[in-house]
């Protein structure tokens, strides 16, 4: 069965420092990753998502994401945070099949906080 | 971009009664549409998928006549609580996909969910 791991349950930043949240997946095979963003009370939003080629992602915000397949990973870093930053990020993870009805596997989450 | 608008965002309800959630895309098409439901610092669980037309997809130990999904159009679903219990006070969040992208390449689109209080 496919799962998501997010290591750090809280991580706390001061802003303007850089970041990265990790990630890391059990899949049979190749998947897609994908991270979301959530704010208090909100849906999620897409911050990136990789399907294939180029291993590196770039998003929006200032997000970018490495897929390495060695390691099972898609950690997401951002060089200098923003105080808007502050919300909870999801790693997800889905088939790489075009049938079945595309569902996905959510980490718990981390929770980013930011010192101003 | 595509939006997916959730309507209440907040509801309180008495014990007993039911509450129904929609899901709908503002700018697409939705042929498949998620229901999850978030506990306070926990993940999102997929409840159910509905499928336009179709019946919904429930997972592993969601109750489906309590949890009543309708997919009726291509740009709405629906998710009833019946005979709602404090206990299924939760965050529920809808999401779809842009049947319009093509499979492969198309993410999700999250509703901003609803709030969910029983009393």
């Known amino acids: 069965a496919q799962s998501v791991t997010q290591p750090d349950i809280h991580i706390t930043v001061s802003e303007g420092a850089s970041l990265e949240l990790r990630c890391n997946y059990s899949y049979g095979a190749t998947p897609y990753l994908f991270w979301y963003v959530q704010s208090p009370g909100q849906g999620l939003q897409l911050l990136l998502k990789y399907f294939s080629g180029d291993t590196l992602v770039q998003g929006i915000k200032g997000f970018e994401a490495e897929f390495k397949r060695s390691q099972s990973s898609f950690n997401l870093r951002k060089p200098s945070v923003h105080w808007s930053d502050a919300a909870e990020y999801f790693c997800?993870?889905?088939?790489?099949?075009?049938?079945?009805?595309?569902?996905?596997?959510f980490g718990k989450g981390t929770k980013l906080s930011v010192i101003p | 971009g595509a939006v997916v608008s959730q309507h209440p965002s907040r509801v309180i309800c008495k014990s007993g009664t039911s509450v129904k959630i929609e899901c709908r895309s503002l700018?697409?098409?939705?042929?498949?549409m998620f229901w999850y439901r978030q506990f306070p610092k926990q993940s999102l669980m997929l409840m159910a998928t509905s499928n336009e037309g179709s019946k919904a997809t429930y997972e592993q130990g969601v109750e489906k006549d309590k949890f009543l999904i309708n997919h009726a159009s291509l740009t709405l679903s629906t998710l009833t609580v019946t005979s709602a219990h404090p206990e299924d006070s939760s965050f529920y969040i809808c999401?779809?996909?842009?049947?319009?992208?093509?499979?492969?390449?198309?993410?999700?689109?999250f509703g901003n969910g609803t709030r969910l209080t029983v009393t």
């Open positions: 997800a993870v889905g088939p790489h099949s075009g049938a079945g009805s595309y569902q996905l596997t």
């Open positions: 999401s779809a996909r842009d049947r319009g992208t093509g499979f492969n390449y198309s993410p999700l689109h």
């Open positions: 700018d697409f098409q939705a042929t498949t």
